[in-house]
């Protein structure tokens, strides 16, 4: 089982940055596809950007150019660099491990997907 613990939400104002971070525990040396998925007002939780096994990461249209998902293999955390925010990316940001990822840059959670507990961005104007 693999327990995963984000950080680094906060509030701040919009064209600021934040990095989000992801601790992964448990049966942490299982090397899966992880991904950022983010919970926005109104809105079902959605995919922001992905890295799969071979370190290739993909991003939704929304949030390319702005965001950067990188992780730390010896460290087992996942991060999450926010630059340039905007006051759309307020949501609540969800670390997920075990995603799955197709050719051709298909990449969504299913039911083996794990998460963490989420961790709260506000951007304000």
Do not use: H
Not at 37 to 55: C, S
Not at 98 to 121: E, F, I, N
Request: glycine share 12%.
């Amino acid at each position: 089982q693999v327990m995963l613990v984000e950080s680094g939400g906060a509030s701040v104002q919009a064209g600021g940055s934040l990095k989000l971070s992801c601790k992964v525990s448990g049966a942490a040396n299982v090397v899966t596809s992880m991904a950022w998925f983010r919970r926005t007002t109104g809105q079902a939780r959605a995919g922001v950007g992905i890295v799969d096994r071979d370190g290739n990461t993909r991003y939704t249209d929304s949030v390319k150019g702005r965001f950067t998902v990188s992780k730390d293999s010896a460290k087992n955390i996942l991060y999450l660099q926010m630059n340039s925010l905007k006051p759309e990316d307020t949501g609540t940001y969800y670390c997920a491990a075990k995603v799955v990822c197709r050719p051709g840059g298909v990449w969504y959670a299913d039911a083996l997907t794990q998460w963490g507990q989420g961790t709260l961005v506000t951007v304000s104007s």
